[in-house]
């Protein structure tokens, strides 16, 4: 079965400073890969996704995440954060197949200081 | 545009009470979902629904129960609240299961006392 690793459980950035959240999957056949926002109180959002070709992928609000095969990893990033990308995100997985589900990691808290 | 709508937001029940969450999609999907999340351990799939007719355990479904009533609705039913099912419940629904991009609901909080 496939699973998503997010270590550590909050990020704290300087407004205008890079984000990086860090994403590792197991798998074994090709993933898919995605990447969701919660705000406070709201249902989580999809911020970008990979399923096949172009391994870097671009989202929504300036995000980016790149897949790296050799590396199992799809990190999310954007160059300048702003306060209102203070949120909750999760990485997720899924595989192709009749009985594939989406298999969410822990979620990591960002945190921007102004 | 509804997309996702999960009735009710908040629920207190006390130990052994039954209730059932319902949820309902607007957007023709074939797959729905129940997850919970809870602090410290993300969302957690309860059951699924890949298609209209079939549904299937997830990782945590002791405790629960569900119907997919029709296309559109995918309920969750608890027969005998225990305090261990204190969390937020999350529906969701998709084109189908593995690529498609899923939609949520804005969650329900229940508290079990």
């Known amino acids: 079965a496939q699973s998503v690793t997010q270590l550590g459980s909050h990020v704290s950035v300087s407004e205008g400073a890079l984000v990086l959240l860090r994403c590792n999957y197991s798998?074994?056949?090709?993933?898919?890969l995605f990447w969701y926002v919660q705000y406070p109180n709201q249902g989580l959002q999809l911020l970008l996704k990979y399923t096949t070709g172009a391994t870097l992928v671009k989202g929504i609000n300036g995000f980016e995440a790149e897949f790296k095969k050799s590396e199992t990893s799809f990190h999310l990033t954007k160059p300048s954060a702003h306060m209102s990308d203070a949120a909750e995100y999760f990485c997720?997985?899924?595989?192709?197949?009749?009985?594939?589900?989406?298999?969410f990691g822990k979620g990591i808290t960002l945190s921007v200081r102004p | 545009n509804a997309g996702v709508t999960q009735t009710p937001k908040f629920q207190v029940l006390k130990t052994g009470q039954s209730m059932t969450l319902q949820c309902a999609q607007d957007m023709n999907h074939n797959s729905m979902y129940w997850y919970r999340q809870d602090p410290g351990m993300g969302l957690r799939l309860i059951y699924y629904?890949?298609?209209?007719?079939?549904?299937d355990k997830g990782e945590v479904p002791n405790g629960y129960n569900v119907s997919r009533l029709n296309k559109r609705e995918f309920s969750l039913r608890l027969e005998s609240a225990a305090p261990s099912q204190t969390s937020v419940y999350f529906c969701?629904?998709?084109?189908?299961?593995?690529?498609?991009?899923?939609?949520f609901g804005q969650g329900t909080r229940l508290t079990v006392v």
């Open positions: 997720a997985v899924s595989v192709t197949g009749a009985n594939s589900k989406l298999t």
């Open positions: 969701a629904s998709s084109e189908a299961l593995g690529r498609t991009k899923a939609f």
């Open positions: 798998s074994s056949v090709p993933p898919y």
């Open positions: 629904s890949a298609s209209e007719g079939t549904t």
